[in-house]
T-cell receptor, first 113, second 115 residues
Framework: AQSVSQHNHHVILSEAASLELGCNYS??????LFWYVQYPGQHLQLLLK??????LVKGIKGFEAEFIKSKFSFNLRKPSVQWSDTAEYFC???????????FGKGTRLHILP | DAGVTQSPTHLIKTRGQQVTLRCSPK?????VSWYQQALGQGPQFIFQ???????QRGNFPDRFSGHQFPNYSSELNVNALLLGDSALYLC??????????????FGPGTRLTVT
């Protein structure tokens, strides 16, 4: 069965620091990969996604993620975080276009002003 | 263009009762998926509806059932509520005939508390 593991449950950074959130998945076949974000009091929204092609994916708000197939990883990065990036981040995977999405447990990111 | 809407926003029920949650998909979407998000956890897939039929199901008991209407809206029903059913229930919609790249759009959720 598929599973998604997020390395950090809670991350605290100061503004302008660089961010990298780890994500590993377990599935040997072709997968689609996602990062979702849930800002305080808001609904879950898509940050970026990887389906095929260039393994370096750029998303909204300056976020990017790199798919490394050999490591089953899809880490999220941002070179300089802002206070407004405080949110919970979920890594997710599915096998196909209409397949269920399997989520990790999430990483709470807290940015100090 | 309205996104995914869910009702009610919050709900408090007693153990053993039954509950119905509702979801209207984003305009143009025909597929609805339901997820349960317990406190401190990521969303877990319950089931997915397409063409008024359950197309996929996650690891949830039969107490969880659903329905999709001709207008693509959907309901999630939970019978014999347990304390452990307390969670945020998320609805997500998508367009099954979209291209290779697609996205599931999530609603704001219904917060269910079972006492």
């Amino acid at each position: 069965a598929q599973s998604v593991s997020q390395h950090n449950h809670h991350v605290i950074l100061s503004e302008a620091a660089s961010l990298e959130l780890g994500c590993n998945y377990s599935y040997g076949g072709t997968v689609n990969l996602f990062w979702y974000v849930q800002y305080p009091g808001q609904h879950l929204q898509l940050l970026l996604k990887y389906f095929s092609g260039d393994p370096l994916v750029k998303g909204i708000k300056g976020f990017e993620a790199e798919f490394i197939k050999s490591k089953f990883s899809f880490n999220l990065r941002k070179p300089s975080v802002q206070w407004s990036d405080t949110a919970e981040y979920f890594c997710a995977v599915n096998e196909g276009r209409d397949d269920k999405i399997i989520f990790g447990k999430g990483t709470r990111l807290h940015i100090l002003p | 263009d309205a996104g995914v809407t869910q009702s009610p926003t919050h709900l408090i029920k007693t153990r053993g009762q039954q509950v119905t949650l509702r979801c209207s998909p984003k305009s143009g979407h025909d597929t609805v998926s339901w997820y349960q998000q317990a406190l401190g956890q990521g969303p877990q897939f319950i089931f997915q509806y397409y063409e008024e039929e359950e197309r996929q199901r996650g690891n949830f008991p039969d107490r969880f059932s659903g329905h999709q209407f001709p207008n693509y809206s959907s309901e999630l029903n939970v019978n014999a509520l347990l304390l452990g059913d307390s969670a945020l229930y998320l609805c997500a919609s998508s367009w099954t005939t979209s291209g290779a790249e697609y996205e599931q759009y999530f609603g704001p959720g219904t917060r269910l508390t079972v006492t």
